[in-house]
């Protein structure tokens, strides 16, 4: 079923909506929470809570591209309970991304203040729309779908000295534009 049917389904309220999109998307979600989490029973659970907020969503929202609409969930849910299952205990391979990160975060707040007033987000996708699209494609499978560097040289074809030869220029560079653009870092 395409995705503007599926939407619809949303809207006329009929549960035959979350069958649909988990026959379509499940994979997807699961593959975006379990990259986050690590643990497949998480990674199932923020699945099914998607399909919760997707259903409480749609009477205001009709999201264009339902697939974006449905990774966005997904991940800000396992962000979520990412940062609870770590309140006492460490992820490793998504601790290690955040590492990798560190060099663009100051002062939490500020980061907090310029991401609410979209300026961060903002700054960041205009950034990927001037480089290659090779590097855009490691930069937003590393950092937006928590892809390892390891699935990210298998899916891509290429060495994973090469992905982190790639995600190293990138970040360097991206850090050059935000402090062009006056984004504290």
């Not at 991940?75 to 990798?100: G, V």
């Not at 995600?167 to 006056?182: A, M, Q, S, V």
Request: charged content about 30%.
């Amino acid at each position: 079923m395409d995705d503007e049917k599926i939407v619809g389904l949303y809207w006329e309220r009929t549960e035959l909506a979350i069958s649909e999109t988990s026959k379509k998307y499940s994979r997807y979600l699961r593959t975006i929470a379990f990259n986050i989490l690590s643990n497949h029973l998480d990674a199932e659970e923020c699945e099914n809570d998607t399909y919760i907020a997707a259903w409480n969503a749609m009477p205001s929202a009709r999201p264009n591209k339902l697939l974006a609409f449905l990774g966005r969930i997904t991940r800000n849910i396992a962000l979520d309970r990412y940062d609870y299952n770590t309140a006492k205990k460490r992820n490793n391979e998504f601790d290690l991304l955040l590492s990798e990160l560190e060099d663009f975060i100051s002062s939490p707040s500020d980061v907090e203040t310029q991401f609410e007033n979209g300026e961060l987000s903002k700054a960041i996708s205009n950034f990927l729309r001037t480089i290659d699209s090779k590097y855009r494609l490691v930069f937003i499978r590393r950092y937006w779908y928590s892809d390892s560097i390891k699935s990210i040289s298998s899916h891509l074809s290429m060495s994973e000295s090469k992905v982190k030869s790639i995600l190293f220029r990138t970040r360097k560079n991206l850090k050059t534009y935000l402090e062009k653009e006056g984004i504290i870092i």
